[in-house]
């Protein structure tokens, strides 16, 4: 907990008293570094970009990564266990690899500095860890449940939708949490791939070096504001983290 306390410290007090003196709290209490992240657009817009495109980014992998899983837990087809290592290997290789064909690739199509595109890009990574945490997830439901709601006359979609989703929340949830998480530190990517108008915050923490040095109090607000979402989704999903590194076997 002490960086943690230290760096909320630090974002109460003025640079330069952060420079001059050793406390354990601020003798000089201050809301200047945050009235200034919320009031001037060069620092909210980008924490505002960086909530868009992780948004959008969870959204989309889960879109692929539900029906994806199903298949994998329920059917077994010519090179399934091939292809579902093949799927994981994308998770392993580091960003730096992928760089730049996405960066070409975007400035071709256009898609360059846009949520779009740092929220497609990864995708490449979260797609197959939510596909590898909710097959355990989907294989741990019976059968006979599919069984079931086909008898009764349910079409696959309204039985994924009303019956297996309500059964693996729990698993949605946490690969959620996964995801929102993956994407919202990711730097390398988020930072190379955008220039000026989705410009993520954790590049934007570039910016509080100016000549006259380093601004280490508006650096520790901005700090602080991207520990709060991350805080605020573990709350939410705590419950079931322990499950969702089990992959759902527990």
Known sequence: MLPLYWLVKMSFQPTPEILSSFRLWPADFTLEHYATIFTDPTWYWPF????????????????????????????????????????????????????????????TVGLFDTHIAVALAHTLFNVPLAVWILEGFMSGVPREVDETAYIDGYSWPRFFTLIFL?????????????????????????????????????????????????????????????????????????????????????
């Open 48 to 107: 505002l970009n960086s909530i868009i495109y992780v948004a959008m980014n969870t959204v989309i992998s889960l879109a692929v990564a539900l029906p994806a899983a199903y298949a994998f837990s329920r059917y077994s087809f010519l090179g399934d266990k091939h292809l579902f290592f093949w799927l994981l290997t994308n998770r392993m290789a580091p960003p730096a690899v992928f760089l730049l064909p996405f960066f070409q690739l975007y400035k």
């Open 166 to 250: 309500p059964l693996i929340r729990a698993g949605v949830g946490v690969t959620a949490f996964f995801c929102f998480m993956f994407s919202w530190v990711e730097l390398l990517l988020a930072s190379q791939l955008t220039s000026t108008n989705a410009k993520p915050i954790v590049a934007a923490m570039t910016r509080t070096q100016t000549a006259t040095g380093i601004d280490w109090g508006l650096l520790a607000a901005i700090g602080v504001l991207t520990v709060v979402p991350g805080a605020l989704v573990i709350w939410f999903v705590r419950k079931n983290i322990a499950k969702g590194f089990a992959l759902g076997r527990v």
